[in-house]
């Protein structure tokens, strides 16, 4: 798909998971959407990475559009109000990354 990015991957990875050690198999193995436990379709689902458990092991979550868009607004608020770079008025690349993520989909 034409538009994919590095820093979507970087942004992606900076989102905060619900509680790991509660969620569903289906929600670990990216099935379905981690936050809301939609079902996915490839056009729609978006890889957060892996991530590590407290098992040991590493789950490899998904997110629905929607709910990636919501939880890269939410973090991107919390991010200029504690970034020592993004604070000075000088956007680092996690900002413009998150921005771009919650941007995604809107015209
Ligand atoms: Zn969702
Ligand atoms: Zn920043």
Same mark, same amino acid.
Do not use: D
């Given at each position: 798909?034409?538009?994919?990015?590095?820093t979507d991957v970087d942004?992606?990875?900076?989102?905060?998971?619900?509680d790991v050690n509660r969620l569903s198999r289906p929600q670990t193995e990216g099935t379905i959407c981690v936050?809301?436990?939609s079902g996915l379709i490839p056009?729609?689902?978006r890889d957060l990475g892996a991530r590590p458990c407290r098992r040991g092991g590493q #789950?490899?979550?998904r997110g629905c559009g929607? %709910?990636? +868009?919501a939880q890269a607004a939410r973090v991107?608020? #919390?991010?200029?109000?504690?970034?020592?770079? %993004?604070? +000075?008025?000088?956007?680092c690349a996690d900002r413009t990354a998150l921005r771009h993520l919650a941007s995604e989909g809107r015209s």
């Open positions: 798909m034409p538009g994919e990015t590095s942004a992606l990875a900076l989102l905060p998971l619900p936050w809301c436990g056009y729609t689902a #789950i490899f979550p929607s %709910c990636v +868009r991107y608020a #919390i991010h200029v109000t504690q970034c020592g770079h %993004c604070l +000075r008025n000088t956007p």
